[in-house]
Nanobody
Framework: QVQLVESGGGLVQAGGSLRLACAASGRTFSSTAMGWFRQAPGKEREFVAAISWSGSSPYYADSVKGRFTISRDNAKNTLYLQMNSLKPEDTAVYYC????????????????WGQGTQVTVSS
């Protein structure tokens, strides 16, 4: 099991940038694929980005491709999400999660979740 704590959210103007971090505890982080999801008010949780245990093979939702970058530092037990060119529609609570199943974009295949961090993008 992995315990996860997100940070780095906040209020930013459209076009701005934020870098989210997800600090993990537990011995299995470095061998666990990870992902970022988000949930806007009144909407279902949606996939944002995923990364393999080694940091290779990042994968992105079409809505963030070219603007967001997922990365990890296994020595620091930390997952990151660099968000550039932010848009008002990126406003949501962002969650990091540890994947236990095979499907990188499906939230049911993630078992361990952080508490979330709020990102608000003003127009």
């Amino acid at each position: 099991q992995v315990q996860l704590v997100e940070s780095g959210g906040g209020l930013v103007q459209a076009g701005g940038s934020l870098r989210l971090a997800c600090a993990a505890s537990g011995r299995t982080f470095s061998s666990t694929a990870m992902g970022w999801f988000r949930q806007a008010p009144g909407k279902e949780r949606e996939f944002v980005a995923a990364i393999s245990w080694s940091g290779s093979s990042p994968y992105y939702a079409d809505s963030v491709k070219g603007r967001f970058t997922i990365s990890r530092d296994n020595a620091k037990n930390t997952l990151y999400l660099q968000m550039n060119s932010l848009k008002p529609e990126d406003t949501a609570v962002y969650y990091c999660a540890a994947r236990r199943g095979l499907r990188a974009t499906v939230s049911d295949d993630y078992r361990d979740w952080g508490q979330g961090t709020q990102v608000t993008v003003s127009s």
